[in-house]
């Protein structure tokens, strides 16, 4: 543990150093501050009410759309597993989805819906298709054999689904997570940046680039990252832990029927 904590100590102060030399170079504050600068600037933030509801607000608003959407996308991945025909029917929304770029589906719901609610489907339409394909894919990949079996051994169906098909669908569904939740935070992001409701992050670092504050633009972006990858990690070991604590409560038998 320790060693692992000294290295990425390290590798976090190459990159630091990286980036001092980078703004030496550069010589000017208004193009690249130094990490000090950032550093000193995202304190002062952090000491004001309005950092906090400026943080919660977006926080709120994205997390929302990702739980949706990970609902929505679980549920659709069930469904189009067991149903060829759900499946051929949804194939082009969900590529519809994927291949259409974030900013065209920003602009098109600003059209429809409120600035504040958009960042919320955003978050959304970015975590559901990944999440339904992954989902959809772990089923199909669920071995065909331990059905088998289940079915000669007369499993109930909620044994099937507790000590098969969970099991099967956790390590699709974990790396779901993983690449979509950062991914859906910053199309969250950019699209407050584009639209820019009232208590935002997006509004913040919209701001900052217009009045050429570029500390703050930095500090707030320093921000972005860091619950980019809080998010990730907490949502991630959540849902690790729980699966762990469901696969040790069904160890206790089989049920049959």
Do not use: H
């Amino acid at each position: 543990m320790i060693k692992k904590i000294l290295k990425y100590t390290v590798i976090a102060l190459v990159w630091l150093g990286i980036w001092q030399l980078a703004a030496m170079i550069i010589g000017s504050e208004l193009l690249f501050p130094t990490p000090l600068a950032v550093a000193k600037r995202l304190f002062e933030l952090m000491l004001t009410a309005d950092f906090y509801k400026t943080v919660g607000t977006s926080l709120l608003r994205i997390l929302i759309g990702m739980i949706i959407g990970t609902a929505i996308g679980a549920m659709g991945g069930i469904l189009t597993a067991f149903s060829r025909t759900a499946r051929d029917f949804f194939a082009p929304l969900l590529a519809v989805v994927k291949s259409t770029p974030v900013a065209s589906f920003i602009i098109l719901m600003v059209l429809w819906i409120s600035r504040g609610t958009t960042p919320l489907i955003i978050s959304l339409m970015m975590v559901t298709p990944i999440v339904w394909t992954n989902v959809e894919t772990g089923i199909l990949n669920t071995d065909r054999a331990l059905l088998e079996m289940a079915k000669c051994y007369k499993m109930s169906r909620s044994a099937r689904i507790k000590q098969i098909y969970l099991p099967g669908i956790s390590p699709y569904f974990l790396a779901a997570l993983k690449s979509s939740l950062g991914m859906a935070w910053k199309a969250g992001i950019a699209a407050e940046v584009l639209l820019q409701p009232m208590i935002s992050i997006g509004k913040m670092i919209s701001d900052s680039k217009i009045l050429l504050e570029t500390t703050d633009l930095f500090a707030w972006t320093v921000v972005v990252v860091i619950l980019s990858v809080v998010i990730e990690k907490i949502m991630v070991l959540v849902l690790k832990k729980a699966l762990k604590n469901r696969a040790a409560s069904d160890k206790g038998g089989v049920t049959v029927g």
